[in-house]
């Protein structure tokens, strides 16, 4: 009993305290504003979940500054749908859709792929998608469902990428590659050695996920400092964002969420403005790249995020998990 107290009821509880601390904090702060940003022509971005939700504001608003924008997803026709929306928006838009399964280290492969033969640079990568609270569950590769799709599957994407996104760079305005992460890190725990613990929480490993993402940004940002790359990574909390990523959470809480987040919660398109600030701002390249962002602003992160040997340590155990060299 006390172990699952401690391995499924405290995780619960703490990401629901948690949540209730970034709601007051997001009523009483001022929403970010994304400010003018530069044209985009001639650049090319990838946004995984880009079909709805944030990925949707973002790509929105990548194509309309003329930037080449790629969807990844695994819905064909919401991507498809999401397309012609923003070709109705911009009728000169480059955008186009490429089915990606974040699920699926095969899928991820078969993406990057389709993505090599179009012979385009890669000026901005976003890993947006994610899954929040789901039913305990494996990857088509045997990974726990949100560590394996969060992290994993962006892990690998950005990993195959990662020669292009050097290569498009320069010296006055980087690649960039966006980490969409959440404050839920802040109560995350890594274990890699215990994905598949007999008390299985969705909350322990949705955080979890997020602190995967933060630890692997970081060793991504240093990694690309220390070889002079023009190219950075970030870490991006969108806050408390009204989204159909919090349908799977606390049956009780649910009856509520629809009252809560239409008075709480920040639209998709507030939620996208610091997402688009990290991939574009001028004024983030050099010393002030990389980092954890919310709302506009470099934030600190949880005290395991700047451990240099976890960060290697989960940078190397992945690279395994996947059959990296």
Same mark, same amino acid.
């Given at each position: ?10 995780? =619960?509880?703490? *990401?629901?305290? !948690? /949540?209730?601390? +970034?709601?007051? #904090? ?32 973002? =790509?929105?608003? *990548?194509?309309? !500054? /003329?930037?080449? +924008?790629?969807? #990844? ?253």
């Amino acid at each position: 009993m006390l172990t699952f107290v401690r391995c499924c009821l405290l995780p =619960a509880i703490k *990401l629901y305290l !948690l /949540g209730l601390w +970034v709601l007051l #904090g997001q009523l009483f702060s001022k929403t970010f504003r994304l400010p003018e940003m530069p044209r985009q022509e001639g650049k090319v971005a990838i946004v995984t979940g880009g079909s709805r939700g944030i990925g949707f504001e973002v =790509a929105l608003h *990548l194509a309309g !500054l /003329g930037a080449h +924008v790629i969807i #990844g997803g695994r819905d064909e026709q919401e991507g498809l749908s999401a397309v012609a929306k923003i070709r109705e928006e911009h009728r000169e838009a480059k955008v186009e859709f490429i089915t990606l399964d974040l699920g699926s280290m095969q899928s991820v492969r078969h993406f990057v792929q389709c993505f090599k033969e179009r012979n385009l640079p890669l000026n901005i990568l976003v890993n947006n998608a994610g899954i929040m609270l789901v039913p305990e569950g494996r990857t088509e590769d045997g990974f726990e469902l949100h560590f394996g799709v969060n992290y994993l599957g962006h892990f690998l994407l950005t990993w195959l990428l990662l020669d292009h996104l050097k290569q498009s760079g320069m010296l006055d305005c980087f690649s960039r590659v966006v980490h969409v992460s959440s404050s839920a890190h802040r109560i995350g725990e890594i274990k890699l050695n215990d994905l598949n613990s007999e008390y299985y929480s969705a909350h322990a490993a949705y955080c979890q996920s997020k602190l995967a993402q933060l630890l692997f940004s970081a060793h991504l940002q240093k990694a690309l400092r220390a070889g002079a790359f023009t190219a950075s990574s970030f870490a991006v909390d969108p806050g408390m964002v009204h989204t159909a990523l919090y349908r799977h959470i606390w049956a009780p809480l649910r009856l509520a969420l629809g009252v809560v987040a239409q008075l709480l919660f920040w639209t998709p398109k507030e939620g996208a403005a610091t997402v688009l600030y990290a991939a574009l701002s001028p004024a983030l390249d050099g010393e002030r790249a990389g980092g954890y962002w919310a709302n506009g602003r470099r934030q600190m992160t949880s005290p395991p995020t700047s451990d240099l040997r976890l960060q290697r340590s989960l940078w190397e155990t992945s690279a395994r998990m996947l059959g990296l060299q």
